[in-house]
């Protein structure tokens, strides 16, 4: 089995990656703040200011906030609309962020309490919302859901969840991590979807490749109070600028290829029809990320990773997880600027090539 030491190593002599925008390297990572970035101070202007002015404006929301992470982000958020409403509950999909990766965050921080809806391998529906009978803080919808593929449900049932919501008394948050995606698989720019959405969260280094941070856009009075929760848990520091001009950087150069990268992820997915041992998770994909349930035994995939990465110098993946299947695993393909280098037929040979035992 590969350890993380030899994985490290093997992936710094490859010169083709196929999933992303590559690895992160220092270098590469501090060309992207320029030279004469304005700084800021405490978060106040400079590089800051101008990030959260295009933010907002991208999103079509009269302000927005940068700060340091998306857990912090989408806490201070429905604190913010639980504290309004006067309620604690939260609704929102078994798999979202909230309820798999930030460690009960909502309950033992906020003390708010997190309501999972509906299904783990399907989307939300409107049904599933309307089986609640408790009155909810807020709905939170994660788009694209991220742990069944990057799923989108279709506009007009997207478009009746929030009102749902609304005519509950609730407010609606977005969970967009990956929005910049999600713009793309709905053929709608990223205003169109917030404007569906009170408060939205978005990313700066998943599929734009900056680095960590993220902006809360909303309207003007929710924005000011997420600031303060800001201060509050920690994220206000003294200079938040070369995070935010990597964000400035990459939001520009990227954001125009998410179709692109959308057409890829497609190409690739038709490519793999051929392909025995693995299945496309949607298939087609929805956004510029897809899953990969790839039939193979972890050890003979590990030596097949290996064997690849010395032959080829093609690095294709690491960190497949185990399914119901003790024989099938599931790995995830967010597709960059690395994976347009790669046709999509070599793509699906070097995957089959995974999958041989």
Not at 54 to 79: D, N, T, W, Y
Not at 264 to 285: E, K, L, Q, W
Not at 305 to 310: G, N, Q
Request: proline share 7%; net charge negative.
């Amino acid at each position: 089995m590969l350890t993380e030491t030899e994985a490290d190593a093997l992936r710094d002599r490859c010169d083709r990656f196929l999933a992303g925008h590559g690895p992160v390297r220092a270098a590469d990572a501090l060309a992207d703040i320029p030279a004469d970035t304005a700084v800021d101070r405490y978060g106040a202007g400079g590089v800051v200011a101008e990030l959260e002015a295009e933010v907002a404006a991208l999103l079509g929301k009269p302000a927005a906030v940068f700060l340091p992470s998306g857990i912090m982000a989408q806490q201070a958020a429905l604190r913010v609309h639980a504290d309004r409403a006067g309620r604690g509950t939260v609704l929102y999909h078994p798999t979202c962020h909230l309820a798999v990766h930030e460690d009960g965050a909502l309950e033992r921080v906020q003390h708010l309490l997190g309501r999972a809806v509906g299904a783990a391998d399907r989307l939300l529906t409107l049904e599933d919302l309307e089986a609640v009978a408790e009155p909810p803080a807020a709905l939170l919808l994660e788009l694209p859901q991220r742990e069944i593929g990057g799923q989108l449900p279709a506009w007009d049932d997207l478009v009746a969840q929030t009102e749902w919501a609304r005519g509950r008394g609730a407010a609606v948050h977005c969970d967009g991590a990956r929005l910049w995606e999600a713009s793309a698989g709905y053929d709608r720019p990223p205003a169109e979807l917030a404007a569906l959405f009170d408060t939205v969260y978005v990313s700066f280094y998943k599929g734009i490749g900056a680095l960590a941070g993220c902006c809360l856009a909303g309207d003007e009075e929710t924005v000011a109070q997420v600031r303060e929760w800001r201060r509050r848990l920690g994220g206000t520091l003294y200079g938040l600028w070369p995070a935010a001009a990597s964000a400035l950087t990459n939001l520009r150069k990227r954001l125009p290829l998410m179709p692109r990268y959308l057409e890829h992820a497609r190409a690739i997915a038709a490519a793999f029809a051929d392909v025995p041992g693995v299945t496309v998770v949607p298939d087609p994909p929805q956004t510029p990320m897809l899953h990969l349930l790839l039939d193979v035994p972890e050890a003979v995939l590990d030596a097949n990773v290996r064997r690849v990465a010395e032959r080829d110098g093609v690095w294709t993946l690491r960190g497949a997880s185990p399914t119901g299947d003790p024989r099938v695993l599931r790995t995830e393909l967010s597709i960059g600027d690395a994976t347009l280098r790669l046709p999509p037929e070599e793509v699906a040979a070097l995957l089959g090539e995974l999958v041989t035992c």
